[in-house]
């Protein structure tokens, strides 16, 4: 019944390009939607943090519903979940283009296509932990460039069908391209036969010890007991889809409490990169061309970054990488302001496609390092859930801040500080960590060792008795000695 062992090569190449799809999608469409947001601004008649919401609600969804898309995983496999994911996908985009409200667009775009992608993102990041192991940075850095590649393409054809199909043809179009997630998610192939036959003899046990124990027990049992064994099983039912044991986990909390601080001003600066630059002066298309020269940078910082992380300097300590990452991630936003023209804007984008590249290229790697692949499935759910808000909050809290002042930089500084924050409590607290499980396993090895030391301590004191009740010439005395006090005492 053990699961089978990764190929690390083969059809696992056929599954990371499904992955490259489903993650291109799922992290690069709602940044290529505020190529629209200037034009449903007018169009409607709402403010930038009114807009700002189509983005925060499709993000939220697709980390939040993260517990969902692992429970469905772990029920049915990536590949249908994947599929059925991107219909939903699909369904969403074609049913905005028929929104007449704000709040419409909300419920299609927001949630129904960002529950699509959450199907499409969470399966294709744990497939690869099952098809992977010694190859898993690299397979996940090619992976995770789906992201930069189809943002580079999204960028100059959402504005390409924008100008000439409006943004109601354009989600149309959009939500057909959407719908080839399905064929990528029919590329994940379960990997070996030998867990569905463990899961067949296993239900087999289980259907005897179950009928033996019916055959065994009394008819009448209390009704107390019935319901204590019912809140037994429901528990037993939930921790097996995902593990709550992990908030137990000092690693997995260090991880949780970063990103949870971190994605308050991850999405922002890319949401609003390119109506700054409208804002500036500068045209739609050159505008639209800073996220494709962000992707660019970024579709070659995520493999390299991946072949640096699996090199054997980095790898053993990866969390320290990940935390320079997210720092420098933030010193970029933190230095925007000065860029007052075009030239500045591209240099920015180049910068901020390196540092965001470096991240994503780690998020997940540096989480299956913590807690390993077996429990990489629950952590991701619990992991997104907890996301969810902060990334749900982050792009609408800029938006308030661009309103209140009238300006962009004081959006950029904000999101900068606080992953410059996130950056150095990680560096700090993975330290920490580091040093306890050096200390842990220190004290593990003396507790080994005790029993040794104790069993040759008893020896020596067992030998040292023998030794001492023997006779010799230089113990003789004391023996005539010791035979005549109790010849007194017998005698008395």
């Not at 905005?96 to 399966?123: D, E, H, K, M, R």
């Not at 002066?281 to 640096?308: H, K, N, Q």
Request: aromatic residues 12%; hydrophobic residues 45%; proline residues 5%.
């Amino acid at each position: 019944g053990r699961a089978p062992v990764p190929p690390d090569g083969g059809w696992g190449w056929a599954v990371v390009f499904g992955a490259f799809v489903s993650i291109g999608f799922a992290y690069a469409f709602p940044k290529g939607l505020a190529i629209f947001f200037k034009e449903i601004q007018d169009f409607f008649g709402t403010s930038y943090s009114e807009v700002a919401w189509i983005s925060s609600i499709m993000l939220a969804t697709t980390y939040g519903a993260g517990p969902i898309s692992s429970i469905l995983v772990n029920r049915y496999g990536s590949r249908p979940v994947v599929m059925f994911g991107g219909l939903l996908c699909g369904v969403g985009m074609i049913s905005a283009a028929f929104c007449t409200s704000i709040l419409q667009l909300y419920i299609c775009v927001g949630f129904i296509t960002g529950l699509g992608l959450a199907l499409n993102l969470q399966p294709s990041v744990i497939i690869i932990g099952k098809y992977f192991l010694k190859r898993r940075p690299i397979a996940n850095g090619l992976a995770m460039a789906g992201s930069p590649v189809m943002l580079c393409t999204l960028a100059p054809l959402n504005q390409f069908l924008f100008e000439n199909f409006g943004w109601r043809g354009s989600f149309l179009i959009l939500g057909a391209i959407l719908l080839n997630c399905c064929v990528a998610g029919a590329l994940f192939r379960p990997i070996g036969a030998a867990t569905a036959s463990a899961k067949t003899q296993d239900a087999l046990t289980g259907k005897i010890t179950e009928d033996a124990m019916e055959m065994s027990s009394p008819k009448n049992v209390p009704m107390e007991n019935k319901i204590e064994e019912g809140g037994k099983d429901c528990c037993e039912k939930i921790n097996q889809y995902l593990d709550f044991s992990l908030f137990k986990h000092r690693g997995f909390l260090i991880y949780l409490i970063g990103n949870v601080l971190m994605f308050l001003g991850f999405f922002a600066p890319i949401v609003f990169l390119a109506p700054y630059a409208k804002h500036t002066g500068i045209d739609e298309y050159s505008a639209a061309f800073l996220l494709s020269i962000l992707a660019i940078v970024d579709m070659v910082a995520r493999p390299t970054t991946g072949i640096i992380a699996n090199s054997k300097w980095v790898r053993p300590r990866i969390q320290y990488f990940f935390s320079f990452a997210i720092a420098f991630n933030g010193a970029c936003h933190l230095l925007c302001p000065l860029a007052s023209s075009y030239t500045g804007l591209v240099v920015y984008s180049s910068f901020f496609g390196l540092a965001f590249g470096m991240v994503c290229a780690m998020l997940f790697e540096t989480l299956m390092d913590l807690v390993g692949a077996a429990r990489f499935t629950s952590a991701v759910g619990l992991v997104t859930i907890a996301e969810c808000c902060t990334i749900l909050l982050g792009p609408p809290i800029g938006g308030t801040l661009i309103d209140t002042f009238g300006d962009y930089k004081y959006m950029f500084i904000k999101c900068g500080a606080v992953m410059v924050l996130a950056g150095t409590f990680l560096f700090i607290m993975n330290y920490y960590n580091y040093c306890m499980l050096a200390k842990e396993e220190k004290e593990k090895k003396t507790k080994e060792e005790d029993p040794k030391s104790v069993r040759t301590e008893n020896e020596g004191r067992n030998n040292w008795s023998k030794d001492t009740t023997q006779v010799g010439p230089e113990l003789e005395p004391l023996r005539e000695e010791q035979e005549g006090v109790k010849k007194e005492i017998n005698g008395t």
